[in-house]
């Protein structure tokens, strides 16, 4: 038995069609798991399944905006008697506001709030209530970041929203152990992304990240998609409440 096989498993990837969350998908795609792509735009989803279906057994697509976080539950049991209970979750969806705390409204707080930690909550939640209900295992990987144990100026939703990923991949992993629910975090580094296009195209910026990292470049969604991998398999059973940094050396220098 490859302990690292996914074969057989369903996973379900928020933030599916691009970034971190698209390179998992593909990842888990690639080590045998069906998986069910969530983003908030179909023609995105489509294209992104299209392409997985060429390497994966089964994907499916499962349209939905995560912000609008009442909802969650209601939909989160339509798409499970759609296709079935994932064994595998795969939080990735998230948004950032850049600006001055003294500066950004209110609004901005909560939009990044609502959609990086609530909806974590809420959909991780509405797994557990089906995998108790139904007596099995699972796996739940947040997306958390740097900014779970550091920060910097111009990102404080950001910033409070990754430590509130921190801090619940811990809670929920304690009190869901008893269940045989694992929950870890993948805290990255600076990645490569749709999200970080405005850091990258910053020559100045660019040079700091590049400087700072003791690897000396930015992570590719790839770097980030088969640690994901590796807690989501057999691999990784008596690992939970982790948040592991896979940031090229980052926290590890000064």
Known sequence: MNPFSLEGKLALVTGGTRGIGRGA?????QSGADVILVGRHEAELERT??????????????PYDLSQTSRIAEWFESVCA????????????GINVRGAA????????????????TAIF???RSLARLLIREGRSGRIINIASLMTAAARPGISPYTASKGAVGQLTKALAVEWAQHRILVNAIAPGYVNTD??????EDPAFDSWVKGRCPLGRWATPEDIAWPIVFLASSAAKFITGQVI???GGWLATF
């Open 195 to 200: 999200l970080n296009k405005v850091l990258i």
């Open 82 to 93: 759609q296709w079935g209970t994932p064994e595998i979750l795969v939080n990735s969806a």
């Open 25 to 29: 998908a593909r990842a888990l795609a």
């Open 102 to 117: 003294v500066d950004l409204s209110l609004d901005d707080w909560n939009a990044v709030i609502a959609l990086n930690a």
């Open 122 to 124: 809420e959909l991780s």
């Open 49 to 62: 399944a299209s392409e997985l279906r060429q390497i994966a057994n089964r994907v499916h697509i499962a």
């Open 245 to 247: 940094y896979v940031d």
